[in-house]
Protein backbone atom coordinates (compact mmCIF):
# COMPACT_ATOMS: atom_id res chain seq x y z
CA UNK A 1 0.00 0.00 0.00
CA UNK A 2 1.22 3.63 -1.07
CA UNK A 3 2.25 5.41 1.97
CA UNK A 4 1.89 9.16 2.90
CA UNK A 5 -0.47 9.58 -0.40
CA UNK A 6 -3.27 12.30 0.38
CA UNK A 7 -5.85 11.36 -1.92
CA UNK A 8 -8.10 13.88 -3.17
CA UNK A 9 -11.46 12.74 -1.48
CA UNK A 10 -14.53 14.77 -0.83
CA UNK A 11 -13.33 15.91 2.12
CA UNK A 12 -9.43 16.76 0.94
CA UNK A 13 -11.38 18.47 -2.03
CA UNK A 14 -13.32 20.68 0.72
CA UNK A 15 -11.10 21.34 3.28
CA UNK A 16 -8.56 22.62 1.22
CA UNK A 17 -11.61 24.88 -0.17
CA UNK A 18 -11.56 26.15 3.20
CA UNK A 19 -7.69 26.80 3.64
CA UNK A 20 -7.45 28.50 -0.12
CA UNK A 21 -10.49 30.86 1.25
CA UNK A 22 -8.14 31.95 3.75
CA UNK A 23 -5.08 32.33 1.68
CA UNK A 24 -7.45 34.86 -0.65
CA UNK A 25 -9.37 36.28 2.05
CA UNK A 26 -8.83 40.32 1.63
CA UNK A 27 -6.47 40.23 4.91
CA UNK A 28 -7.04 43.96 5.87
CA UNK A 29 -10.83 42.96 6.27
CA UNK A 30 -10.73 39.39 7.44
CA UNK A 31 -8.39 37.00 9.87
CA UNK A 32 -6.95 34.16 8.95
CA UNK A 33 -8.81 31.61 11.31
CA UNK A 34 -10.63 28.58 10.16
CA UNK A 35 -11.99 25.44 11.53
CA UNK A 36 -11.94 22.17 10.55
CA UNK A 37 -14.10 19.43 12.89
CA UNK A 38 -15.90 16.43 12.42
CA UNK A 39 -16.35 12.88 14.50
CA UNK A 40 -13.58 10.55 14.97
CA UNK A 41 -12.37 8.38 11.99
CA UNK A 42 -12.98 10.72 9.10
CA UNK A 43 -9.37 11.51 7.94
CA UNK A 44 -9.01 14.87 9.88
CA UNK A 45 -5.97 14.28 11.08
CA UNK A 46 -4.32 12.61 8.82
CA UNK A 47 -5.09 15.47 5.98
CA UNK A 48 -3.77 17.60 8.78
CA UNK A 49 -0.52 16.24 8.88
CA UNK A 50 -0.14 15.73 5.38
CA UNK A 51 -1.56 18.63 3.87
CA UNK A 52 1.04 20.31 6.54
CA UNK A 53 4.44 18.45 5.27
CA UNK A 54 3.06 18.85 1.39
CA UNK A 55 2.81 22.48 1.83
CA UNK A 56 5.49 23.67 4.27
CA UNK A 57 2.81 24.62 6.75
CA UNK A 58 3.93 24.13 10.46
CA UNK A 59 1.63 20.80 12.34
CA UNK A 60 1.16 21.76 15.94
CA UNK A 61 -1.12 18.82 18.12
CA UNK A 62 -2.02 19.78 21.01
CA UNK A 63 -2.45 17.08 23.77
CA UNK A 64 -4.49 16.19 27.54
CA UNK A 65 -1.29 17.91 28.94
CA UNK A 66 -0.79 20.85 27.02
CA UNK A 67 -0.77 24.00 29.18
CA UNK A 68 -0.81 27.80 27.49
CA UNK A 69 3.25 27.95 28.47
CA UNK A 70 3.88 24.35 26.82
CA UNK A 71 2.21 25.61 23.56
CA UNK A 72 4.02 28.80 23.37
CA UNK A 73 7.14 26.50 23.71
CA UNK A 74 6.61 24.21 20.89
CA UNK A 75 5.21 26.85 19.00
CA UNK A 76 7.92 29.46 19.31
CA UNK A 77 10.68 26.23 18.38
CA UNK A 78 8.86 25.25 15.66
CA UNK A 79 9.24 28.86 14.44
CA UNK A 80 12.75 28.80 14.70
CA UNK A 81 13.09 25.44 13.04
CA UNK A 82 10.61 26.48 10.06
CA UNK A 83 12.99 29.66 9.38
CA UNK A 84 15.88 28.48 10.06
CA UNK A 85 16.87 31.04 13.22
CA UNK A 86 19.36 28.57 14.86
CA UNK A 87 18.86 26.51 18.17
CA UNK A 88 17.08 28.16 21.07
CA UNK A 89 15.84 26.67 24.11
CA UNK A 90 12.64 29.20 25.06
CA UNK A 91 12.36 30.33 28.74
CA UNK A 92 10.07 32.96 30.45
CA UNK A 93 6.53 33.27 31.13
CA UNK A 94 4.12 32.03 28.73
CA UNK A 95 3.23 35.75 28.13
CA UNK A 96 6.66 36.21 26.81
CA UNK A 97 6.77 33.27 24.98
CA UNK A 98 4.04 34.34 22.92
CA UNK A 99 5.43 38.07 22.35
CA UNK A 100 8.01 35.98 21.00
CA UNK A 101 5.97 33.80 18.64
CA UNK A 102 4.40 37.31 17.53
CA UNK A 103 7.81 39.26 16.60
CA UNK A 104 8.62 36.33 14.61
CA UNK A 105 5.15 36.11 12.61
CA UNK A 106 5.10 39.57 12.26
CA UNK A 107 8.17 39.23 9.73
CA UNK A 108 7.17 36.07 8.35
CA UNK A 109 3.81 37.53 6.46
CA UNK A 110 1.38 34.70 5.78
CA UNK A 111 2.48 32.10 7.64
CA UNK A 112 0.09 28.94 7.90
CA UNK A 113 -0.38 27.06 11.28
CA UNK A 114 -2.51 23.70 12.06
CA UNK A 115 -3.39 23.10 15.53
CA UNK A 116 -4.91 19.77 15.74
CA UNK A 117 -6.63 18.63 18.69
CA UNK A 118 -8.18 22.01 19.34
CA UNK A 119 -10.19 20.74 22.08
CA UNK A 120 -7.97 20.76 24.61
CA UNK A 121 -8.04 24.21 24.26
CA UNK A 122 -10.97 25.00 25.72
CA UNK A 123 -10.59 24.87 29.83
CA UNK A 124 -7.60 27.57 29.05
CA UNK A 125 -9.01 30.55 27.98
CA UNK A 126 -5.21 31.90 27.70
CA UNK A 127 -4.42 29.42 25.07
CA UNK A 128 -7.20 30.50 22.54
CA UNK A 129 -6.89 34.24 23.32
CA UNK A 130 -3.13 33.74 22.24
CA UNK A 131 -4.19 31.92 19.12
CA UNK A 132 -7.15 34.45 18.74
CA UNK A 133 -4.27 37.55 18.86
CA UNK A 134 -1.89 35.43 16.43
CA UNK A 135 -4.31 35.89 13.55
CA UNK A 136 -5.61 39.43 15.61
CA UNK A 137 -2.18 40.80 15.09
CA UNK A 138 -0.51 39.38 12.30
CA UNK A 139 -0.99 38.25 8.86
CA UNK A 140 -0.49 34.71 9.64
CA UNK A 141 -3.45 32.10 8.95
CA UNK A 142 -4.59 29.19 11.40
CA UNK A 143 -6.37 26.04 11.04
CA UNK A 144 -7.89 24.75 14.01
CA UNK A 145 -8.97 20.73 13.91
CA UNK A 146 -11.13 19.46 16.53
CA UNK A 147 -13.69 16.84 17.11
CA UNK A 148 -17.77 16.76 16.13
CA UNK A 149 -18.70 19.42 18.77
CA UNK A 150 -16.05 22.29 18.18
CA UNK A 151 -17.80 24.81 16.29
CA UNK A 152 -21.00 24.36 19.20
CA UNK A 153 -18.59 24.75 22.22
CA UNK A 154 -16.60 27.28 20.87
CA UNK A 155 -19.45 29.28 20.09
CA UNK A 156 -20.86 28.81 23.75
CA UNK A 157 -17.12 29.49 25.26
CA UNK A 158 -16.71 32.66 23.51
CA UNK A 159 -18.89 34.11 20.74
CA UNK A 160 -16.59 36.95 19.76
CA UNK A 161 -14.00 34.52 19.48
CA UNK A 162 -16.02 32.52 17.07
CA UNK A 163 -17.38 35.61 15.37
CA UNK A 164 -13.46 35.35 14.07
CA UNK A 165 -13.36 32.34 12.43
CA UNK A 166 -14.05 32.85 8.63
CA UNK A 167 -13.99 29.81 7.16
CA UNK A 168 -15.33 26.47 8.20
CA UNK A 169 -15.48 22.54 7.30
CA UNK A 170 -17.26 19.67 8.52
CA UNK A 171 -15.83 16.31 7.88
CA UNK A 172 -18.21 13.73 6.39
CA UNK A 173 -18.38 10.05 6.04
CA UNK A 174 -16.77 8.98 3.12
CA UNK A 175 -18.82 7.99 0.27
CA UNK A 176 -18.71 5.42 -2.10
CA UNK A 177 -16.91 7.07 -4.43
CA UNK A 178 -14.30 8.54 -2.06
CA UNK A 179 -13.33 4.61 -1.27
CA UNK A 180 -12.98 3.64 -4.91
CA UNK A 181 -10.76 6.54 -5.39
CA UNK A 182 -9.01 5.51 -1.90
CA UNK A 183 -8.63 1.93 -3.30
CA UNK A 184 -7.36 2.29 -6.53
CA UNK A 185 -4.84 5.10 -5.58
CA UNK A 186 -3.21 3.16 -2.31
CA UNK A 187 -3.77 -0.31 -3.17
CA UNK A 188 -0.50 -2.32 -5.23
CA UNK A 189 -2.96 -4.87 -6.34
CA UNK A 190 -5.83 -4.14 -8.94
CA UNK A 191 -9.46 -4.37 -7.90
CA UNK A 192 -12.25 -5.28 -8.57
CA UNK A 193 -15.14 -2.65 -9.12
CA UNK A 194 -17.33 -4.79 -6.31
CA UNK A 195 -14.50 -4.37 -4.06
CA UNK A 196 -15.56 -0.47 -3.40
CA UNK A 197 -19.47 -1.30 -2.24
CA UNK A 198 -17.66 -3.76 -0.29
CA UNK A 199 -15.33 -1.96 1.80
CA UNK A 200 -17.83 1.32 1.96
CA UNK A 201 -20.16 -0.97 3.46
CA UNK A 202 -18.35 -2.73 6.07
CA UNK A 203 -16.64 0.68 7.15
CA UNK A 204 -19.84 2.57 7.33
CA UNK A 205 -17.91 5.38 5.81
CA UNK A 206 -15.37 5.71 8.52
CA UNK A 207 -12.10 6.37 7.04
CA UNK A 208 -10.50 4.42 9.66
CA UNK A 209 -11.92 1.54 9.40
CA UNK A 210 -11.88 1.54 5.73
CA UNK A 211 -7.73 1.91 5.62
CA UNK A 212 -8.29 -1.58 8.12
CA UNK A 213 -10.20 -3.77 5.25
CA UNK A 214 -7.75 -2.13 2.36
CA UNK A 215 -5.13 -3.49 4.49
CA UNK A 216 -6.97 -6.39 4.69
CA UNK A 217 -7.14 -6.82 0.97
CA UNK A 218 -3.68 -6.36 0.17
CA UNK A 219 -2.71 -9.08 2.30
CA UNK A 220 -5.12 -11.21 1.06
CA UNK A 221 -4.04 -10.44 -2.35
CA UNK A 222 -0.15 -11.05 -1.33
CA UNK A 223 -0.73 -14.58 0.60
CA UNK A 224 -2.90 -15.87 -2.34
CA UNK A 225 -0.62 -14.61 -4.78
CA UNK A 226 -3.48 -12.66 -6.90
CA UNK A 227 -2.71 -9.70 -8.65
CA UNK A 228 -6.43 -8.73 -8.91
CA UNK A 229 -8.61 -9.39 -6.12
CA UNK A 230 -12.17 -9.50 -5.70
CA UNK A 231 -15.36 -9.12 -3.61
CA UNK A 232 -15.39 -12.85 -4.00
CA UNK A 233 -11.67 -13.72 -3.16
CA UNK A 234 -12.95 -12.55 0.33
CA UNK A 235 -15.66 -13.46 1.09
CA UNK A 236 -14.64 -17.16 -0.29
CA UNK A 237 -11.05 -16.69 2.05
CA UNK A 238 -13.94 -15.83 5.19
CA UNK A 239 -15.96 -18.85 4.71
CA UNK A 240 -12.83 -21.01 4.56
Known amino acids: MKQGTLVRTSNVIQADKCIDYLITRP ?17 KTTYARRVAFSRG ?10 TPKS ?3 ELLTSLYRRFGLGEYIPYGTANGLYKQCLSILEDHENTIIVIDEIDYAFRYPQLLGAIRDIVDETLSI ?5 MQNSKDRLAQINEYYFDRCNAFYEFKPVTKQD ?14 NDLAEYVHFNSAGNLRLAMKLMHMIEDRARKQSLSKISRQDIERQGKA
Open 27 to 43: KMEMVGLGLIYGKPGLG
Open 57 to 66: YLYLRLEATT
Open 71 to 73: FAT
Open 142 to 146: VILIG
Open 179 to 192: VSLLLNSMLDVKID
